[in-house]
């Protein structure tokens, strides 16, 4: 069969008559491929992981002192923020999915992918940072990579939150370079 004999989309008829049934699923059509329970179990652990980023991050733009602190610290919130956006996007998809957000402190950091880390100094927490930032990178990167074409939206929601960690990781990299130079204060 060549390209040009397949047709691009079903017959209008039959996409209507597919959109009426179990109009309950909402987004979730006949044509969602992914397995739905573990596409949500999949979420739930990057909405601990991110919320488990937040936390370390607050905690450390709170805790942040010395010459370079300011600086650092605004770096912390500025990702501490992006973090919770993350985190309400995911949560957002799982409810698309028909599924529920597990937001229960109970168990956070058991489904974590990520660990919750204070750091004792400023050159510490941006290390643990770091060390978490790369830890959800991979796992991210894994979600993509199951997810492939099975659910195309959750995808992309999950490269474009891998592309801004990946951005968190070169942020972290550069603030490590300057506190090197600078003794590390």
Do not use: W
Not at 74 to 90: R, S, T, V
Not at 150 to 176: N, Q, Y
């Amino acid at each position: 069969m060549n390209k040009m004999s397949k047709p691009f989309l079903t017959d209008i008829k039959t996409l209507r008559q597919r959109a009426r049934q179990h109009i309950e699923q909402g987004a979730v059509t006949p044509g969602y491929n992914a397995d739905r329970e573990t596409v949500v179990r999949l979420l739930n652990e990057a909405l601990a992981t991110e919320i488990v980023c937040v936390l370390r991050y607050k905690r450390h733009y709170f805790m942040a002192e010395g010459i370079n602190a300011q600086s650092v610290a605004d770096e912390f919130l500025e990702h501490a923020n992006e973090e919770q956006l993350h985190a309400d996007q995911i949560a957002e998809r799982i409810v698309q999915l028909g599924g529920e957000p597990n937001l229960s402190p109970e168990g956070i950091l058991t489904r974590s992918h990520a660990e919750y880390v204070e750091g004792d100094s400023l050159l510490d927490m941006i290390k643990e940072d770091l060390v978490a930032e790369r830890i959800a990178i991979d796992s991210y990167r894994e979600i993509v990579t199951y997810l492939g074409n099975d659910d195309p939206t959750t995808r992309r929601l999950m490269e474009e939150i891998l592309a801004k960690e990946e951005e968190h990781a070169d942020d972290l990299v550069s603030l490590l370079g300057q506190l090197g130079a600078n003794g590390g204060s």
